[in-house]
């Protein structure tokens, strides 16, 4: 069983960054993909990026590729999102999420285990 917790959501100005971050409990943290995820009002949960159990090969959503950076550190059991040049369409609810296989994935199906979710509001 894995328990996530996001934080480090806000209000930030365009062009500004935003780091997020998400604490995770649970003994097998470390063999767990981890991934970022975020719902927009009026639009799916989709997708920003995944990282596998070891933290190589990231993967990112095309819209966030350059400006985000997903992390993770396993001594400390945290993944981190490092949001850079944000923009207005980046205003969302983001969700930290951990699946039960070390392989990074963008499918949100294969996530198991979900946070609650940090708000981050980008303004003009």
């Known amino acids: 069983q894995v328990q996530l917790a996001e934080s480090g959501g806000g209000l930030v100005q365009a062009g500004g960054s935003l780091r997020l971050s998400c604490a995770a409990s649970?003994?097998?943290?470390?063999?767990?993909?981890l991934g970022w995820f975020r719902k927009s009002p009026g639009k799916e949960r989709r997708v920003v990026a995944a990282?596998?159990?070891?933290?190589?090969?990231?993967l990112y959503a095309d819209s966030v590729k350059g400006r985000f950076t997903i992390s993770r550190d396993n001594a400390k059991n945290t993944v981190s999102l490092q949001m850079n040049n944000v923009k207005p369409e980046d205003t969302a609810v983001y969700y930290c999420?951990?699946?039960?296989?070390?392989?990074?994935?963008?499918?949100?199906?294969?996530?198991?285990?979900w946070g609650r979710g940090t708000q981050v509001t980008v303004s003009s």
């Open positions: 999420a951990a699946r039960n296989v070390g392989s990074a994935t963008t499918r949100l199906a294969l996530y198991g285990y």
């Open positions: 649970g003994r097998t943290f470390s063999s767990f993909a």
């Open positions: 990282i596998s159990a070891s933290g190589g090969s990231p």
